[in-house]
């Protein structure tokens, strides 16, 4: 009989930027290395649900529920409500991607953390998720028989906030797609360009525009530095999430608002080569678990200029360049001066593909797998 490791896929089912990509590039990793295993899905809002082809063929647990009922049925495990171990019968492992965990009494489970932002900065989430991070998320961690961490920088943070043990927590770091690589084709270029309306020389950051992710930085800088490249424009990729209202507002009073193009939320098959167009790469967040918008902007050749919050600076080392996060000077004078030095940039970039060519998927994929083996086995 088969191990079953069915994995939560309800970020696929909801898109929620890092948390979908990293479920989808995980489960698609596993079965790839591991082409005879029994894997399957749960997710929940199934008769609205639409998964990418490439899953369709597995097994499935799933729920009509929507989010917020869902998120209350997994968390009422934890006080007098029935557990879950009926729902996921025949299942020999769970494994949380995105921070919800039933509490299953005979099922091991393995929970991905990826940060602890509610808890730490709860001011970038909306009132009702800080509500239900800061009462589950601790028991959600206690209760996982084994724990991965997307970066040291997590587990640290898990330590010192929770005071979980160090030997319950395996790091695993995020990996990036051979989909992500130098696009040096001109009629590509030209056509990811046009497509967008873009001018040849341009600063790109792709994120979910919600203050964590301090836009706001990027911008006051791009503003100092504007008189002086004026054929160059600052390009924001990404859906809005939450809590944006005060940097739109900034945006519409800046005077350099009309070289500012909100691109919303760019298709995958479209970033590789709007990040190859881009002349620097700017990542100014506040605080990342992981971090992997820099490291795919480095696998292709784009020179990066990214904040100091302690996950980046250890994900990108020393093949980009640091700024401290809230500094607009240093932010201005470090992107001037990339832009008027290519020799730097061609450094930069070069160190920043051989920085990236570290983290892949199928090493991810690899060494999860011997995490659900510890966690069934010491059940």
């Known amino acids: 009989m088969k191990t079953r490791i ?46 990418s082809h490439a899953f369709r063929h597995l097994p499935s647990y799933t729920s009509n529920l929507h989010d917020k009922t869902w998120r209350a049925r997994n968390a009422i495990t934890y006080f007098s409500g029935p557990s ?6 025949g299942v020999s492992l769970f494994h949380s991607t995105a921070h919800l965990l039933p509490k299953l009494n005979t099922i091991p489970t393995v929970l991905t953390l990826h940060d602890l932002i509610p ?13 239900f991070f800061r009462l589950m998320l601790p028991k959600f961690l206690k209760h996982a028989d084994e724990i991965i961490a997307v970066s040291h920088t ?14 319950h927590i ?15 084709d001109e009629n590509t270029l030209a056509y990811i360009r046009n497509s967008y309306g873009l001018p040849r020389s341009y600063i790109l950051c792709v994120s979910t525009i919600e203050p964590r992710k301090n836009h706001i930085t990027l911008l006051r800088a791009f503003e100092r530095i504007a008189d002086h490249h004026t054929e160059l424009a600052l ?22 608002r009309h070289r500012v193009r909100l691109l919303g939320k760019v298709p995958d098959r479209d970033l590789p080569a709007l990040l190859s167009a881009a002349t620097i790469f700017a990542f100014p967040s506040h605080y990342e678990g992981f971090g992997l918008p820099p490291l ?25 360049i640091i700024c401290p996060t809230t ?16 020799a730097k940039r061609e450094l930069l970039a070069a160190a920043g593909k051989t920085q990236a060519s570290n983290f892949s998927w199928d090493s991810a994929a690899l060494l999860t797998r011997t995490v659900y083996e510890r966690a069934i086995t010491s059940k």
Not at 44 to 51: I, W
Not at 125 to 131: C, E, F, Q, V, Y
């Open 84 to 89: 879950m171990d009926e729902f996921y019968e």
């Open 170 to 184: 395996t790091v695993i770091p995020e990996g990036v797609t051979h989909d992500f690589r130098p696009i040096t």
């Open 6 to 51: 069915c994995i939560e896929a309800s970020p696929l089912i909801s898109p929620r930027a890092g948390l979908s990509r990293y479920a989808h590039n995980l489960i698609q990793a596993l079965l790839r290395i591991h082409r005879d295993g029994d894997y399957a899905l749960s997710y929940n809002r199934a008769p609205t649900a639409s998964l």
């Open 119 to 131: 808890l730490l900065l709860p001011r970038y989430h909306k009132p009702l998720n800080r509500l």
């Open 327 to 342: 500094d607009i000077n240093a932010w201005s004078d470090q992107l001037s001066h990339l832009l008027e030095t290519p």
């Open 154 to 167: 997590t587990k640290r943070d898990a330590i010192a906030l929770l005071g979980l043990p160090p030997d």
């Open 235 to 256: 390009v924001l990729a990404g859906a809005t999430g939450w809590l944006y209202d005060d940097f739109m507002v900034a945006l519409s009073n800046s005077p350099v």
């Open 296 to 320: 795919e902007a480095m696998a292709c050749s784009t020179p990066v200029i990214c904040s100091s919050a302690p996950s980046l600076t250890e994900v990108v080392g020393d093949a980009a």
